[in-house]
C-alpha cells in the first residue's frame, strides 16, 4: 500500500437498501486497508469497527434538525484532518496506474513499418483510398498516411515548438498557391433606389423616413425610391419590390418610429408563403393610414437570403482551392471539397478579402476574425483529414516562424530549399523529405501528400510534442454524482446512476473494433466523498469515504481507474446501489470545489489526462474551499454593476482552473438546480477547461430525462482531444491578437484546452502589424496539438488564404454576416464582464452603424441621404444585430435568472456560426404539405407570419416549440396529435405520439433531424395559441418587439439608419 493511503481513512461499506446515509462516515471507519471479504452484496449487517459509534444497518438516528451539520459530522471532520499526513499529491509511483498493455492504438501500429527510402517519391496516400474511411462517427482518426523515415533533431514541445518567432519580414514574393484570376463573387443589388450608376455591391433599401425629400429616380417614373426594374448588371430582388398599393417608405419620422410597437401586416401572402393562406387565416387589420409605416416585406428578409444561398449553392460542392472565395451559408446543405484551404466547416472568416491597411480595417470596422472548429465533425461524404507520419523526424517545419508544411510552402533551389509563406524564412528540406520539382517549380509529390496539397490534415507527433518529453497515457474519464437530498429527489441520481451502466460500452475510440482504452473512476459526494474502488478481483465495490474536504486527497490508487471490461461486475454493482444507499439521505449540503480537486489529484496520480463529469444540484454552501454564498441580487439588473453578477464571486475557481489544465483535466458540468446555483462561478472550470455546462432548471425525471441522457450520451460518446495547445501563425502583416471561447491562456499567443471537443469553437480576432499586399494575400495556419482518445499525441493543421484589397468596396463584397455576428455576439458577451451592459449595448450599435455609413460613404453610389443603402452581403446586419442586441444576456425579461444569462453568456462562447444564427434568428416552419424529403420553407419570426389555422415548429438551437393555432385545421391535429380538437391537446407532451400516417412520421423525422444537427439536445414544448406558455414562445419572435423592451426589427432599421446618417453628416 502507498504510505499516503494508510492515514486517510478506509472504510469498507456494506451497502444495503435501510442504510441511512448520514451514519457510515462514522460509524464504518477504520485505519488499515479494507476488509476484502465484506461484500456489499451480503444482507445488512452489523458493523463493528474500531470507531464503531454507529451502526451501518441499524435504526436512522432522529435527527431533529436533519439539515444540519450534525456534530458527530464535525467531530469527524476534525479527527480526519487530524488524521491525514501530508497534502501533497500521491505520486503516479502508485500501484495500478501503469498504463494498460493494450492501450496502444492499433492504428499506428498498423501502419508504422511502410516507411519509403528517402529522396524517392512518397507512397500515394490520397489515391489510397481504401485504407482511408475510419468509422464514420469519428473524426478525430484519420488514417495514418505516410510513415517517413529516419529521425533528426526537433526542438522540443513546448519551448519552441509553438514559438512565434518575429514575423516581421518582407513578404515573400509571389507565393502564389491559389491562382488570384477568378471573379470576385458578384453581389446581388437587391432593390435599386432612384437607379444609381451601377455598383454591384450596393443593396439599396426602401428610404427611411427623412425630413429631406428623396432626389427622384432620374429615370423611373413612379415613387421615388422604388425601382422594380433591375440595376444594369445587378438583377433586382422581388422581395424589394414594395407591394402594390403600398407607400414606398415610413413618412413617421425616425424617432417616433424606433421602439413603437408594430402594427400588423396583411400584405404577406407571396407565393413563397404558402403557410399564410391555408388554415385560413383571418386577415389582419390594415394599419392605421395617418401612419406610413415600412413594409416588412420590403426590408432584407433572412428567409429569402437563406433561400437564395441554398437554391444558388448547394447543388455544386464548394471547392477551397480558390483563394479569398465566401462559402455558402450555414443553412445552406453542401458538400466540400478540400482543394488547399481549410473546409468552411473547420473555419470560416468574417471576410475572405481583407484590407491592406490597419487605416482602412479601422475606417471600415468590419471585425477581421475567423472561427475555428478544429475537431469538427464532418459529413459522410467528405473526407476527414488525412494523417501524415514523418516518423521519429515528426512535422516538417519552418526554420524561424516554425509553421508546419503546408500548401503555402514554396520548394526553390531544385527541391533542396523551401521557403516560408508566412515568414519568407528558407529552410533546409531534411533529406528524407526531398523531392524534385517539376516545371512550374511544383513538388512532383505535391498532389500525393496532404501537408502539400490540402487545407486540412494531420500529423502523427513525435515525443518531442509531449509533455515531459514523454508519450501521454490514454485519458480517463470519471464520473462525481452529487448523492444530496436535492440530487436524489429529482431522480437525478437514479437516472444518471441506470444509464451509465449501458453509456459504459460507448465510450469514445479509434477503432470500432477495439474496446476504449479510456479508463473509469466513480465518486459520490455531498459535504463529503465518497471514492469507490471498482477493481476486478474484488467482488463487490468498495466505498472510502473522505471527509475532510479542506485539503484533498485521493485515499486509493489501485482500484480507482479501472478498464471497464475488466471491472463491469463490480461497476455494474455500484451503479445498482448507489441510488439504493442514498435513497433516504437527509443531507442538503454539498461542496464543489474539493470534487474537482479530487478528480484532479487522480489524473495527477494516474499521470494521464481526462475529463470530469459533475452532477451537482446546488450551490456549494458546505464548509470547504471554494464554498459560495448566495449573492444573487436581481437589483442590479440594469446598474453598472450588472458585471458584477458575471465574474465568479472568488478568485479560486480561477486558480483551480489553472491547475487543471496543466494536467489535461477536463471539466463537464451538469446542473440541476431549484435555485440560484451561481452559474457564472460554478461554470470558471468547465469555461477554463474546454469543457461544458448543461443545466436542467426544475429537473424533473420524467419531463426532462430524454434531454438530460441525450445530452449526458453525446457528451460522453463525442470524439476529442485532450490536453491540447491551439496556435494560430499568420503571414507577415497581421497576427491574432484575441481569442473567444472556451480555454485557458497563460500567455498572448498558446491557446490551452484541458480537453477539445468535436464542437468547440475558438475565435479568433486578427489584426494589422504592417501592410498586406494585394499579391499575396494574407495567411493562416491553425495548428493543434492533441492526444486523441487512444492516447496519440497528434497535430491537427487547418490552412486559410483570403485576399487583400486596396478598395474598400472589396472588403464589403466579401463578408460574411453570420460569422460578423458570432464575432460580436461573442465580443459582447465578453465584455460583459468589466463593462456595464447599456456600454456593451451602444458600443455594438455604433461599431456597426460605422460599418454601414463607411459602406454607404465610400463604395455606395451617390444618393439621398433619406436613403438606407446596405452592401449586399451585409443587408442582414441590422436584423441579427437587433437579435443580439434583444437577448436575454444583454436585454433580460423580468422572468431571466442571473443564472440564466450567465448560462447563456458561457454557452454562446464556443458556438460555431450555425448554431449561433439559429440561436440568434431561431427557424421557424410552418407546417404544411410535409410531402417529398424537402423542409416547408421557413417563415420570418414575427407573430403576423403565423396564421390561427396553421401550426408552426420553432427551433432555438435549445429548444424546439410546436405552435398550435387556435383555428387549426382538425385534419392538421389529428394528423400530429391524434385528436381533432384543439382543446384535447395536452401541452405537457414532451414527445410526440407516433401515429401511423405520412404527416406524423414526417413531422417527426424532421424533429429528429433538427435534433441531430444540434450538440445539445432541443426539448419539444408544445404551445397552444393564447395558452400562457405561448409567451415564451413569443419571445424566440425576434422580428418583433420583445417584451423586455426589445426594438422591433422595423423599428431598429428606422434606428440604424438614424445612427449612419449622424456619422455620415
Ligand atoms: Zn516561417
Known amino acids: 500500500m502507498h504510505p499516503l493511503c494508510f492515514k486517510p481513512v478506509v472504510i469498507a461499506v456494506r451497502f444495503s437498501t435501510n442504510q ?45 434538525q436533519q439539515y444540519g451539520v450534525q456534530p458527530s459530522m464535525q467531530q469527524m471532520t476534525n479527527q480526519m484532518s487530524g488524521m491525514q499526513v501530508g497534502s501533497g499529491p500521491l505520486t503516479s509511483a502508485g500501484p495500478g496506474y501503469a498504463p494498460p498493455p493494450s492501450s496502444e492504438p492499433p492504428i499506428s501500429a498498423a501502419y508504422s513499418a511502410a516507411a519509403p527510402p528517402s529522396y524517392t517519391q512518397a507512397p500515394h496516400p490520397v489515391s489510397g483510398a481504401p485504407s482511408q474511411p475510419p468509422p464514420p462517427s469519428e473524426p478525430a482518426a484519420p488514417q495514418p498516411y505516410y510513415d517517413g523515415p529516419p529521425p533528426s533533431q526537433q526542438p522540443p514541445f513546448p519551448s519552441s515548438s509553438l514559438d512565434n518567432s518575429p514575423s516581421h519580414l518582407a513578404p515573400s514574393p509571389a507565393q502564389q498557391t491559389f491562382p488570384n484570376s477568378a471573379p470576385p463573387p458578384v453581389s446581388q443589388a437587391l432593390y435599386s433606389g432612384p437607379l444609381p450608376p451601377p455598383d454591384l455591391a450596393l443593396s439599396h433599401l426602401p428610404c427611411i423616413p427623412c425630413p429631406v425629400p428623396c432626389r427622384p429616380a432620374p429615370s423611373q417614373p413612379g415613387p421615388p425610391h422604388f425601382h422594380s426594374g433591375p440595376l444594369p448588371n445587378a438583377p433586382c430582388h422581388p422581395l424589394y419590390v414594395p407591394a402594390a398599393g403600398q407607400p414606398p417608405f415610413p413618412l413617421a419620422p425616425c424617432s417616433s418610429a424606433f421602439g413603437q410597437p408594430r402594427g400588423p401586416q396583411p400584405g404577406y401572402a407571396g407565393p413563397q408563403y404558402p403557410g399564410q393562406q391555408n388554415y385560413g387565416a383571418v386577415p389582419a387589420p390594415t394599419p392605421a393610414p395617418t401612419q406610413k409605416r415600412l413594409d416588412p416585406d420590403s426590408i432584407p428578409s433572412p428567409i429569402q437570403v437563406i433561400e437564395d444561398d441554398r437554391a444558388n449553392k448547394s447543388s455544386e460542392p464548394f471547392t477551397t482551392g480558390v483563394k479569398g472565395q465566401t462559402p455558402p451559408l450555414v443553412t445552406t446543405n453542401f458538400q466540400v471539397k478540400d482543394q488547399g484551404n481549410a473546409s468552411p466547416r473547420f473555419v470560416r472568416c468574417t471576410a475572405y478579402n481583407i484590407p491592406c491597411t490597419a487605416d482602412m480595417a479601422k475606417q471600415s470596422q468590419v471585425p477581421l476574425a475567423a472561427v475555428i472548429k478544429p475537431l469538427a465533425m464532418l459529413p459522410p461524404d467528405e473526407t476527414r483529414p488525412y494523417m501524415v507520419d514523418h516518423g521519429e523526424a515528426g512535422p516538417i517545419r519552418c526554420n524561424r516562424c516554425k509553421a508546419y508544411m503546408c500548401p503555402y510552402m514554396q520548394f526553390i533551389e531544385g527541391g533542396r530549399r523551401f521557403q516560408c509563406g508566412f515568414c519568407s524564412c528558407v529552410t533546409d528540406v531534411p533529406p528524407h523529405y526531398f523531392q524534385h520539382l517539376d516545371h512550374t517549380g511544383k513538388r512532383v509529390d505535391c498532389c500525393d501528400r496532404p501537408e502539400l496539397s490540402l487545407g486540412s490534415y494531420e500529423f502523427v507527433a513525435t515525443v518531442d510534442y509531449c509533455k515531459n518529453n514523454k508519450l501521454p497515457q490514454p485519458p480517463s474519464f470519471i464520473f462525481f454524482i452529487d448523492v444530496s437530498y436535492n440530487a436524489v ?156 453578477l458575471f465574474q465568479p464571486q472568488s478568485g479560486f475557481y480561477s486558480n483551480l482552473s489553472k491547475e487543471c489544465v496543466a494536467q489535461g483535466c477536463c471539466v463537464d458540468l451538469f446542473l440541476f438546480p431549484n435555485q440560484y446555483v451561481d452559474v457564472a462561478t460554478l461554470g470558471v472550470v468547465p469555461v477554463s477547461t474546454g469543457g461544458s455546462v448543461y443545466k436542467y432548471t426544475y429537473f424533473q425525471a420524467e419531463m426532462d430525462r430524454e434531454r438530460f441522457l441525450n445530452d449526458l450520451r453525446r457528451d460522453v460518446q463525442k470524439p476529442m482531444g485532450f490536453d491540447a495547445v491551439m496556435r494560430v501563425r499568420t503571414s507577415t502583416g497581421i497576427r491574432a491578437t484575441d481569442f473567444f471561447g472556451s480555454f485557458f491562456m497563460s500567455n498572448t499567443t ?100 460605422q460599418i454601414l455609413a463607411c459602406y454607404r460613404k465610400n463604395c455606395a453610389s451617390p444618393s439621398s441621404a433619406g436613403q438606407l443603402i446596405l452592401p449586399e452581403c451585409m443587408k442582414l446586419l441590422p436584423v ?112 410526440l405520439p407516433e401515429l401511423d400516417n405520412p404527416f406524423s412520421q414526417r413531422l417527426r423525422e424532421i424533429i429528429d433531424s433538427f435534433r441531430s444537427q444540434r450538440s445539445r439536445y432541443m426539448k419539444l414544448m408544445v404551445v397552444k395559441q393564447e395558452d400562457k406558455a405561448e409567451l415564451i414562445f413569443k419571445h424566440f419572435l425576434c422580428e418583433d418587439k420583445s417584451a423586455s423592451g426589445g426594438a422591433s426589427y422595423v423599428d431598429f432599421l428606422c434606428h440604424m439608419h438614424k445612427e449612419i446618417r449622424q456619422l455620415l453628416s
Not at 476488509?35 to 458493523?47: I, L, T
Not at 443531507?587 to 499521470?607: C, H, N, R, S, Y
Not at 484589397?805 to 459582447?828: G, H, V
Not at 408552426?952 to 391524434?978: K, P
Request: proline residues 6%; contains cysteine; charged residues 20%.
Open 20 to 64: 441511512a446515509y448520514s451514519q457510515y462516515a462514522q460509524g464504518d471507519i477504520q485505519n488499515g486497508p479494507p476488509p476484502m471479504d465484506h461484500s456489499m452484496a451480503q444482507p445488512p449487517v452489523c458493523q463493528p469497527y474500531s470507531h464503531g459509534a454507529m451502526n451501518l444497518s441499524g435504526p436512522h438516528p432522529s435527527y431533529p
Open 489 to 644: 429527489k429529482s431522480g437525478m441520481v437514479n437516472i444518471v446512476c441506470q444509464e451509465l451502466k449501458t453509456l459504459l460500452d460507448y465510450l469514445p475510440r479509434e477503432n470500432p473494433e477495439a474496446d476504449s482504452v479510456v479508463r473509469v473512476g466513480f465518486v459520490t459526494y455531498n459535504k463529503v466523498l465518497h471514492f469507490y474502488n471498482v477493481k476486478s478481483s474484488l467482488a463487490q465495490p468498495q466505498m472510502m469515504v473522505v471527509s475532510d474536504v479542506s485539503d484533498m486527497f485521493l485515499p486509493l490508487l489501485d482500484g480507482f481507474l479501472v478498464n471497464v471490461n475488466d471491472s463491469r461486475m463490480v461497476i455494474e454493482s455500484l451503479l445498482d446501489q448507489i441510488p439504493e444507499m442514498f435513497a433516504d439521505t437527509r443531507e442538503t449540503e454539498t461542496v464543489f470545489g474539493p470534487v474537482i480537486q479530487a478528480g484532479l489529484e487522480a489524473l495527477k496520480a494516474a499521470d494521464c489526462a481526462g475529463k470530469l463529469f459533475l452532477f451537482h444540484s446546488s450551490l456549494p454552501i458546505a464548509e470547504a474551499p471554494g464554498k459560495l454564498k448566495n449573492r444573487e441580487d436581481k437589483k442590479l439588473v440594469g446598474t453598472d454593476k450588472e458585471k458584477s
Open 880 to 991: 441579427y444585430l437587433n437579435c443580439v442586441l434583444k437577448s436575454d444576456v444583454l436585454q433580460p425579461g423580468a422572468d431571466v435568472s442571473v443564472d440564466d444569462r450567465a448560462y447563456l453568456r458561457q454557452l454562446l462562447s464556443c458556438m460555431d456560426v450555425s448554431e449561433s444564427h439559429v440561436f440568434f434568428y431561431p427557424r421557424l416552419l410552418p407546417l404544411v404539405k410535409l410531402d417529398g424529403g424537402s423542409l416547408p420553407m421557413a417563415v420570418r419570426n414575427s407573430e403576423e407570419r403565423l396564421s390561427k389555422g396553421g401550426v408552426y415548429l420553432l427551433e432555438t438551437g435549445l429548444y424546439l416549440f410546436l405552435w398550435v393555432g387556435a383555428n387549426a385545421q382538425q385534419e392538421l391535429l389529428s394528423n400530429i396529435f391524434g385528436t381533432p380538437t384543439f382543446s384535447q391537446i395536452d401541452p405537457n407532451m414532451t414527445s
Open 750 to 849: 498558446d491557446v490551452e484546452l484541458a480537453g477539445l471537443d468535436c464542437d468547440k469553437t475558438v475565435t479568433v480576432e486578427f489584426r494589422h502589424d504592417d501592410k498586406l499586399s494585394e499579391d499575396t494575400g494574407a495567411l493562416m495556419q491553425c495548428a493543434v496539438l492533441y492526444t486523441s482518445c487512444s492516447g496519440q499525441r497528434r497535430l491537427r493543421v487547418h490552412n486559410m488564404a483570403v485576399n487583400c484589397c486596396s478598395q474598400l468596396a472589396d472588403l464589403y463584397r466579401n463578408c460574411e454576416t453570420d460569422t460578423i455576428i458570432n464575432f460580436f455576439s461573442k465580443y459582447a458577451y465578453r465584455s460583459l464582464l468589466n463593462t456595464p451592459t447599456k456600454t456593451v449595448r451602444d458600443t455594438l450599435v455604433n461599431q456597426c452603424a
